[in-house]
């Protein structure tokens, strides 16, 4: 039988002046450092580079997170 799918997250990134970074749809984060977060959404894997990155606050509930520092890439 095959498995009943969860729907899927609504998924939005928000940047403002490259110093904080809001994400949603937000499912789990693999591996974080100041230098690269690795996030998983429904819609993939998210990376952000850059410097002094730290994750502020992250919802396992929401799917929220709210990263600070100078973000180069995502």
Do not use: N, W, Y
């Not at 977060?37 to 730290?54: R, Y």
């Not at 520092?69 to 995502?74: E, F, L, S």
């Amino acid at each position: 039988m095959a498995e009943a799918q969860k729907p899927l997250r609504h998924h939005s990134l928000q940047l403002e002046d490259r110093a904080v970074l809001r994400a949603t749809g937000v499912s789990r984060v693999d591996f974080f450092s100041e230098e690269l977060i690795t996030a998983q959404t429904d819609q993939g894997q998210l990376h952000i580079k850059g410097e002094g990155l730290h994750i502020e606050a992250l919802s396992a509930d929401t799917g929220d997170m709210l990263v600070t520092g100078k973000v180069a890439a995502v």
